[in-house]
């Protein structure tokens, strides 16, 4: 019951990153266009004979910053190169879950718990456990989301 919602949450947020993307990618590439028509008018003016040292610094700080766009362009090309499926989004949860199976070897569970538990707060009547969730997409540590669960309190035995 909780897996379903979990695949669909983690789908939601890597679509909402790729969308995220695409805006990014779009102000790239017209800022890219132009610090490119201003490079080209710069090369018209040097090849008009008006060079000056003014003139070939700016035009040498345009095509650093024009390099600059196009890396990040690029970056962002490669993340949304990537494509997530749900089907992915399963596979993965199978790991994860084959992973904690093991119950018994608290050595191999603890820095599972520790990669995806934020915090726990112990609450009179419920338990609040924030989970993180990564996704990286991109070879960083990449976005992730927080999701806040509410357990109730179970009695001490």
């Known amino acids: ?55 070939v610094e700016q035009l040498s700080r345009r095509e650093r910053e024009a390099a600059l766009l196009k890396q990040e362009l690029d970056r962002l090309t490669a993340r949304t190169a990537i494509t997530l499926t749900r089907k992915d989004v399963n596979r993965y949860l199978d790991d994860l879950y084959e992973r904690f199976k093991d119950k018994e070897n608290e050595e191999s ?38 999701i806040t669960k509410y357990v109730p309190h179970l009695p001490h035995r």
Do not use: C, H, W
């Open 1 to 55: 019951m909780v897996r379903p919602a979990l695949v669909e949450k983690i789908f939601g947020f890597y679509n909402q990153l790729s969308s995220q993307s695409d805006g990014e990618t779009k102000y790239l590439e017209k800022e890219l266009k132009r610090v490119q028509m201003a490079i080209n008018n710069l090369l018209k003016l040097i090849e008009q004979g008006q060079t000056s040292e003014a003139l």
């Open 109 to 146: 569970i603890k820095p599972l718990v520790q990669q995806f538990v934020d915090n726990v707060v112990v609450f009179e009547d419920e338990i609040k456990i924030v989970l993180k969730i990564f996704l990286v997409t991109d070879g960083g540590g990449g976005p992730y989301f927080i």
